[in-house]
């Protein structure tokens, strides 16, 4: 029924010459349509270009979301004719309906496997690239406050490194209680949680959290005690301590965990499998919590891939909800993570004006004893975002500053 021929033609179509040939290439079960786009044949299944029909029918433009009617849909549905031109393709298919796809919409939509990781690094997410304590001053970036305020670009660069790394540093922050709004304003909104919008960190009697204290902070991730843990921190330095400590330590539990995985994998495997409980219980701001969140330290997917990490010993619970026999397996591999993390950790001490922003879900954080005295009180504006909100900025930014046609 389809037969090949290319036939090479010029009408006038609004005003513009465009060529059309008609194509033709059908794979050999039928279910797949061939484009040859820029040199490179780019295969498309028939059932995903009638479900991606961009049609007003079938699409809302201004929505930019599908509407096409599914209780209708014909999984086996078939093109009767295709018609290219220099910058789109028309489908008729055998129903009647008219589908028109722009080339460049159809080249981001690429299914080749290359693309594929491409689209992933360029549009999903960056890729991480993992490193060592001793590595720090090289991959820690700095930015300027004014500049992540004013420039599109230097905020793209802020989110885009600390995605890539898990840490990144503003430096001249204005001395304020409010400095960090604009910050947060520039790429969405906080993660509220029980400790607040905003929190502070200082030294506080009767604490409602061990992270008020002067005393040392171990390494942990901040709330896993949440099921929707916030995906990062910012802690602005109002002021830091003159006093020796208040240094912060940070790790990369992405080179941990690999190196957990290659040189000891039964205490990977039992980070990665056993759930434990992580609590957090008190009253804060007057409202009383109790909050629990079971999870391992390490989470990965199907791919192996780590999508969370979990640790905190004050914020790990009592109930230990496996069974007996791993209790002290696992006991042991936990003194070995949090063992390697401060083999691996880098030791820096922010000064008033910096905001430290890092991925809560990636990287340990621990703090260093430290000293206030009357004319020197250490205090610290805390905030949490999370990761949809500044992989969208960051999709948002690179359409706009690299001016992508055809990404949506
Ligand atoms: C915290 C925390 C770090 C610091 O509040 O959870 O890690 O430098 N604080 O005080
Ligand atoms: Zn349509
Ligand atoms: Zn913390």
Known sequence: MFVTKRVQS????????VFIRKIHSFDSKGKVL??????????????????????????????????????????????????????SMKVEWTDGHISQYGMNWLKYRNFSPEHQQQYKQAIFKPGKITWNGHQFEEICSRHDYNEV?????????WLHKLAQYGVALIKNTPNSETAIDAVVDRVGFTKRTHYGIKFIVQNVENTSNVAYLSSNLQMHT????????????????????????????????????????????????LL????????????????EFFKLHRGPVICINKLGEITRINFSIPQRGSHFPGQLEIVEPWYKAH???????????????????????????????????????NNNVR??????????????????????????DGIY
């Not at 401060?342 to 004893?369: E, M, P, Q, V, W």
Request: proline share 2%.
């Open 379 to 404: 205090k610290l504006i805390g905030a949490y975002m999370d990761w949809d909100e500044i992989y969208s900025r960051l999709r948002c930014l690179k359409v706009k500053l690299e001016k992508l």
């Open 335 to 373: 003194g070995l993570f949090l063992e390697l993390n401060h083999r691996c950790a880098a030791k820096f001490k922010t000064t008033d004006g910096d905001i430290l922003t890092f991925d809560n879900i990636r990287l340990l954080h621990g703090r260093n004893a430290y000293e206030d005295n």
């Open 222 to 269: 901040d709330l896993p005690y949440y099921e929707y843990c916030p995906g990062t921190n910012l802690l602005h330095c109002l002021v830091q301590t003159k006093s020796t400590g208040g240094e912060n330590l940070l790790s990369d539990c992405h080179y941990v965990a690999h190196y957990m995985k290659q040189n000891h994998p039964e205490e990977y495997r």
């Open 272 to 287: 990665t499998e056993v759930e434990v409980e992580w609590s957090d219980i008190g009253v804060e701001h007057g409202n």
């Open 10 to 17: 010029a009408r006038i179509l609004n005003q513009v010459t």
């Open 34 to 87: 061939q484009v040859k786009i820029n040199g490179e044949q780019l295969k498309f299944p028939y059932v995903w270009l009638r479900d991606n029909c961009q049609c007003d029918q079938c699409f809302h433009k201004s929505a930019k979301s599908r509407i096409l009617d599914w209780s209708k849909f014909n999984i086996n549905v078939k093109p009767k004719e295709v018609v290219e031109t220099s910058d």
């Open 149 to 157: 305020l004013h420039s599109d670009k230097a905020l793209h660069d």
